[in-house]
């Protein structure tokens, strides 16, 4: 059976944890943010954890990252 690829957007946009878990960038922080209050801006900082249906996804788009 022949190797599976990995898809090249999501190799740039995810990244996996420790216990397996999927790290993203938060979106709706690029480009607008003078229509964001303070608070938005300050709890979308860094990267958080996707749910476990976006989750399941991404580990099909990357297959070997685990």
Request: hydrophobic share 30%; net charge positive.
């Amino acid at each position: 059976m022949p190797k599976m690829k990995t898809k090249s957007g999501a190799k740039k946009r995810f990244s996996f944890t420790a216990s397996g878990r999927v790290k993203a960038g938060v979106a709706g922080k690029r480009h607008r943010l003078i229509n964001h209050n303070a608070k938005y801006i300050r709890t979308n900082r860094g990267t958080k954890i996707l749910s476990k249906g976006d989750e399941g996804l991404v580990k099909w788009y990357m297959p070997y990252n685990r």
